[in-house]
């Protein structure tokens, strides 16, 4: 879904590799290293190592109890490419393939309010 997703973006909205980040929430009791899951997932979505950023992993949540394992051996992967513009453009477009209306999700992402605090000192 994700290799789908990236041939998206270049393709319709001509997105950068070089603005593309990745970071994978790995687990690494299952014999692989993080050096061969980041070349699995740079084969699958064909783009450079250099995208990656700040990996979690081993990060077990306190629900599980490490009791599954090897389900995921690759882990998760998240893409960010850093354009609200394209964004909105396809939230925009599910809102009126579905045709409901969400304006919140027009409006950019919600911002901190104590961030917002700080700025208006």
């Not at 789908?4 to 593309?20: K, M, P, S």
Request: charged share 25%; hydrophobic share 35%.
């Amino acid at each position: 879904m994700l290799a789908f997703f990236w041939r998206f973006l270049t393709e319709y909205f001509e997105v950068d590799e070089d603005r593309v980040r990745l970071r994978l929430n790995v687990y690494l009791n299952n014999g692989l290293s993080l050096r061969e899951i980041e070349s699995w997932w740079n084969e699958a979505l064909s783009l450079p190592r250099a995208c990656f950023r700040n990996h979690v992993t081993d990060h077990y949540p306190t629900s599980s109890s490490g009791k599954k394992r090897n389900k995921l051996p690759y882990g998760v992967c998240a893409l960010r490419f850093g354009s609200v513009r394209i964004l909105q453009h396809i939230y925009g477009a599910i809102q009126e393939y579905a045709s409901f209306e969400e304006p919140r999700w027009l409006d950019g992402p919600p911002r901190n309010s104590r961030a917002a605090r700080h700025r208006r000192k």
